[in-house]
Every structure is written in C-alpha cells, then in structure tokens.
C-alpha cells in the first residue's frame, strides 16, 4: 500500500509539473509576444511620362504617426514594409521638384501575401464631373478594343486546340504566365532588351506548346484516353505549373527592366498611350497573320480540316497527329506573347505569378461566346468580352469588372450554347 501511495504522488506531482504552464496562462500570466506579419508596399512616381526621383514617400497609421518613410529612386520607383494594417500613404510636396504637384494621399489596407501597390496622380485635380460621359465611354472603348485584342491572341491557341482535339484545357493560362515570366527572365535576369526578350519569350512558348503536346496529350490520346479525364489531367497541370512558378519566380510582382509609363497621345476626343497603341497595333497584326495562315497555306487549311471534322481529315490523307502538333505549337506562341503584352498594358509593364490564370476564365468565356473550336469565333467573342468588361466600370467598381465577363458566358450558355459563330451538333 505504501509503495502504491508513493507512486501516486509521484505521478500526481509529474502532471503538476506538466501542466503548470497552462494553469499559469489560465491565472492570468502573460502570453509571449506575438509577431507582427509585415507586407511590402511599393510604387512608381510618374509625372507626365517622367519619373519623379528623390521624393519622400511616408505611410501614416490611423492615429497619424509616421509608420515608415523611404525616397524615391532616379526611376521613380519606392518600397518599404510596414505592418498588415491600414494606413495613409503620401508623398511630401516639399520633396517634388518645381512646377510638379501630386493631387493628394492614398488610403490603403496592407494585406500579406498579395500586391500593395499604392498609385499617386500627379497635376491638376480633375473631378469625375469634368470628363463628358460620351468621353469616359469612348475612353473605357478604346480600352476594351485593347484589352479584347490581348484576350484574343491569348484564347486562339485555346480555341484551335479544342477544335482539333476536343480537348479543354484548363492549363492555358499557365502558358500565359510562362510566357510573361520568361520575357522577365531575359529582361531582368539575362539583361536583354525589352524587345528581344519578348521575341525569345513566344520562341520559348512554341518550344513549351510542342513539349506539352508530345510528352503528355499525345502519349493519352494514343491509349484512348476520354475527354472528361484528359479535362482533370489539364486542371492538375495548371495547378502543378502555377505552383512551380510561385516558387521559382516570386510571390511579388516584378517589373519588367527598360519599360517606361508614357504619357497619352491625344487626336481630338481619342487619347492613348504609346504602350496600348503598340499593343493594339502587334495584335491585329499577329490575328490578321494568323488568318491568313488558316486561310492561305496548306498547314491552315488542314488545321480548319481537322476541326471541322477529324475523321474526313484522316480520310482525306491529312497527317491529324502532324496538324494537332502545329496547333500546339502555335497556341502555345500565341499565349506566351498574349502575356507578354497583358504584363505591358494591364500590369504597367509587371509580371505577377498568377496573371494568366485570372485571364483563363475571360478566355473561355471569349471562345464560348465566339463558338467553340473556331479562331474567328475566339476573336470575335473575344472582342465583345474585352469591350464589356472595359465598359461595365462605367457602373460597377473596377475590381468588379471580370465578373462581367463571367456573367457573360453564363448567358450565352443558356440562350446560345454554339456561341455567335458555332453551328449546333445534330444528334442522333
């Protein structure tokens, strides 16, 4: 008995001693300090096309204390971290050189784990009511004409490859970001011009769209592999490629090096940047290209072939693995330089690790609304979705704005599933 009490106490004592930690954070003990998450927040000063150099920009808390101070570099561009919170961002008129004044502070709330950009306007403050409405319609217009053409070219690829294999792929907007991150890679990295890194970035997507193809859609179309889980392998990739860019790029998005925010040209009511007249300009010529590449050479036309009808294409003589290997390589051009020009004209000349998989659902929707499996059908749709959802600002907050494209290809689907250009499948 008294051996069995003595191992009772001793027990008792070591379940004391064990959760006496507790029991003093029960009584009151103070807990050990928590760490506080920071978040880098960053910018660019831009005064009519010029880079503001040696101003200070502060961040204020709620209270009015200064949080954190940096100054900008001779490019304009600022950062600093500060804790996740929300604060009051301002650049000190003092600092400015002569004749440049900034229009007023930004309040924003850091988050991590994402983007803080803080953007200030540099003149004259203009109120909403000194733009004519037909003005701020023509403006969101001429946007939407851009930022539809860089849709497009991003989404024919898209299309072609559903018209020649049926397959939906989901993994699409990955070769977008890839083609974003590798023009970065040359510019940044490698320390290539703006130009020569985005012609190596699209050689690139070839090579990506052609290994994409043999190592792995090929392979599952010869073991008769269905469409509904060729569908999953797609959902897997991009999630796989998407990922594996996150930890080999960066969680942050960076500039492109040598790419300078210009001032609007202006004809009469139509003002724009030389940044999306380029943009405008290499997207009709590359879709016009495209074209007539369906409609005049021998590849095209038995590209137009086998997504018509893959089985009559086979019968006719056509290689269909030859044409489907084409396709891929050009789809996967296409999307490399699809983001290359959404990184220059939507991001202000940024890749971000995610870019190409907002952009996917806006593609479908293009296609969807297009009809299916045919490029003009992708560039038409894709057109409209581009236009709306430039135009849906005019009466919905700008963070909002892709929701109308999503809208969009809802109801397509229930008024006209074949899209504006498809033609309905006769069953049976």
Not at 196 to 202: E, I, Q
Not at 301 to 308: E, L, N
Request: charged residues 15%.
């Amino acid at each position: 008995m008294a051996s069995g009490s003595l191992g009772t106490r001793i027990a008792l004592r070591a379940l004391v001693l064990l959760f006496l930690p507790v029991l003093a954070g029960l009584l009151g003990a103070a807990p050990a300090a928590a760490v506080q998450e920071t978040a880098t927040v960053s910018g660019r000063l831009v005064n009519a096309g010029e880079p503001v150099a040696d101003a200070r920009v502060r961040a204020l808390d709620p209270d009015g204390s200064e949080v954190a101070t940096t100054t900008s570099g001779d490019d304009g561009r600022w950062s600093f971290e500060v804790p996740v919170g929300s604060y009051t961002f301002e650049v000190d008129p003092e600092t400015l050189p002569e004749g440049v004044t900034v229009q007023g502070s930004v309040d924003r709330e850091v988050e991590a784990g994402r983007l803080n950009t803080v953007v200030f306007t540099f003149g004259e403050v203009r109120t909403s009511m000194e733009t004519p409405l037909y003005q701020q319609v023509l403006d969101r217009a001429i946007d939407g004409l851009r930022f539809g053409l860089v849709i497009a070219v991003a989404a024919v690829g898209l299309s072609l490859i559903f018209g020649t294999t049926g397959l939906t792929n989901f993994a699409h907007g990955e070769l977008v970001t890839l083609g974003a991150v590798t023009a970065w890679i040359f510019n940044v990295t490698l320390g290539m011009g703006l130009l020569p890194a985005a012609l190596l970035a699209v050689v690139v997507g070839v090579a990506i769209g052609w290994l994409n193809n043999t190592a792995l859609w090929r392979p599952l179309r010869k073991r008769r592999i269905g469409l509904i889980p060729q569908l999953v392998v797609s959902i897997g990739l991009a999630i796989v490629l998407r990922y594996l860019i996150l930890m080999l790029f960066s969680d942050r998005t960076q500039a492109f090096e040598g790419y300078a925010v210009t001032a609007q040209r202006q004809w009469g009511p139509i003002a724009i940047t030389d940044v999306n007249m380029m943009t405008i300009a290499i997207s009709l010529v590359v879709l016009v290209a495209v074209a007539l590449l369906l409609q005049k050479t021998k590849i095209g036309k038995a590209m137009r072939a086998v997504a018509d009808n893959k089985d009559l294409a086979a019968a006719s003589g056509i290689n269909v693995e030859r044409v489907i290997t084409y396709v891929w390589c050009l789809g996967g051009g296409l999307a490399a330089l699809g983001g290359v020009l959404l990184a220059m004209s939507e991001l202000g000349g940024r890749v971000q690790w995610e870019m190409g998989f907002k952009l996917l659902l806006l593609m479908f929707a293009g296609i969807t609304l297009g009809g299916l499996g045919t490029a003009y059908g992708a560039l038409l749709g894709c057109l409209i979705v581009g236009m709306l959802v430039q135009l849906s600002t005019l009466v919905v907050n700008p963070d909002l704005k892709y929701v109308g494209g999503l809208l969009i290809l809802i109801f397509i689907l229930i008024v006209r599933p074949q899209g504006i250009l498809g033609s309905r499948e006769r069953i049976g």
